[in-house]
C-alpha cells in the first residue's frame, strides 16, 4: 500500500473515532468546551511543529494575510466547529458526518457566487443528492414512530458545513494572494485565530470552564483530551503529509468513507443497527459523492 494511502485512511479513522468521543463528551459538558479544548490543543500542537521546522516565515508579516487567517479560524474552526460539535450531540457524528462530508458541494456552491467559478452540472446534481440526505435524516422516525430529530437539529450540521465553508474560501484566498505560505503555519495562526474567537464567544454564550472539566468523570477528561489530540493535530496532520504525494482521487475516496465508518462505529458503541433512514442518507451521499468526482 502507498504510504500516503496509509496515512490518508489512519487520518480519516482516528478522526471518525475522535468524532464519537466528541459527540460523548458534548453531551456530558458543552459543545463549546469541547471545541474549546481541541483547538487549543491544535494551537499548541501546530505552533510547535512551525516552531520545530523553522519558524513563521516572512509571508505572515503581511497584515492581510495574519487577519484572514485568523478570520478563516474565527469563522470555520470557533464558530463552525462549536455548531458542528453540538449536531454530532444531537443527531450523533454518522448523521453529521453525513452533512459535513458534502462540504465540497457548499465550497463549490459558494466559489461560484463569490468567486466566479463555474459550477458544473454534475456538482448540481450532487446538490439534489444532499437534498436527498436532508429528506432520509429529517424522515428518521424513533422505535414509537415519531420523528427522530427536529429540523433545528439538522439546521446545526448545515450551519457548521456553511461557516467551516467559509473558514476554507479565506484559506485559499491567503494561499492565492501569499506566495510562500506554509501549511503547518497557516494552521497554527488559524488555530490561535480559532483560540480567540473562542475567547470571544465564552462570556456571551456563558461558557463554564470550570463546570464543563467537572462535569466530567476522571476517564472522560483523558478521553477529553485524547480525541482532541488525535481527531485535531494528530488526524489533521496525516491528512495533510498524505496530501502531499498522494494521489488525489484516492485520498478523496478515502475521506468520503468516513460517514461509513461513523455509522459502523456508532453501531458497534451504541448496540444499535442503523435505521432504514440512515441507510437511505448513505446511499444519497454516496451517489452525490460519486458525482463530485466526475
Not at 463528551?25 to 459543545?31: D, G, N
Not at 440512515?278 to 463530485?292: K, N, P, V, Y
Request: proline residues 2%.
Amino acid at each position: 500500500m502507498d504510504v500516503s494511502i496509509f496515512l490518508a485512511l489512519a487520518s480519516n479513522l482516528l478522526f471518525t473515532a475522535s468524532s464519537l468521543g466528541y459527540r460523548h463528551v458534548s453531551r456530558r459538558s458543552s459543545a463549546l468546551w469541547m471545541n474549546s479544548l481541541k483547538t487549543v490543543v491544535a494551537a499548541v500542537g501546530f505552533s510547535a511543529v512551525t516552531l520545530a521546522v523553522g519558524g513563521f516565515g516572512a509571508s505572515l508579516a503581511a497584515k492581510s494575510t495574519l487577519l484572514v487567517l485568523v478570520l478563516s479560524g474565527a469563522i470555520g474552526l470557533a464558530i463552525g466547529d462549536t455548531f458542528l460539535l453540538k449536531s454530532m450531540a444531537a443527531i450523533g457524528s454518522a448523521r453529521t458526518l453525513i452533512l459535513f462530508s458534502f462540504h465540497p458541494i457548499w465550497t463549490g456552491f459558494f466559489a461560484y457566487l463569490f468567486l466566479g467559478q463555474s459550477l458544473r452540472g454534475s456538482q448540481m446534481l450532487a446538490v439534489l443528492c444532499l437534498m436527498g440526505c436532508l429528506y432520509a435524516l429529517a424522515s428518521e422516525r424513533d422505535d414509537a414512530g415519531r420523528r427522530a430529530w427536529s429540523p433545528g437539529a439538522l439546521a446545526l450540521g448545515l450551519i457548521a458545513v456553511t461557516l467551516d465553508a467559509t473558514g476554507v474560501l479565506l484559506t485559499r484566498y491567503a494561499f492565492d494572494t501569499t506566495p510562500g505560505l506554509g501549511i503547518f503555519e497557516t494552521n497554527a495562526v488559524r488555530c490561535l485565530g480559532a483560540v480567540l474567537g473562542l475567547g470571544l464567544l465564552s462570556p456571551w454564550m456563558r461558557a463554564d470552564v470550570r463546570g464543563g472539566w467537572r462535569a466530567l468523570e476522571r476517564r472522560e477528561r483523558w478521553l477529553a483530551v485524547g480525541v482532541s489530540f488525535t481527531g485535531t493535530f494528530l488526524s489533521l496532520s496525516l491528512w495533510l503529509t498524505a496530501l502531499r504525494t498522494g494521489p488525489l482521487a484516492v485520498l478523496s475516496a478515502i475521506a468520503g468513507a468516513g460517514p461509513l465508518f461513523a455509522t459502523l462505529l456508532e453501531s458497534l458503541i451504541d448496540r444499535k443497527a442503523p435505521t432504514r433512514a440512515l441507510w437511505l442518507a448513505l446511499g444519497f451521499f454516496a451517489a452525490g459523492f460519486a458525482l463530485l468526482q466526475l
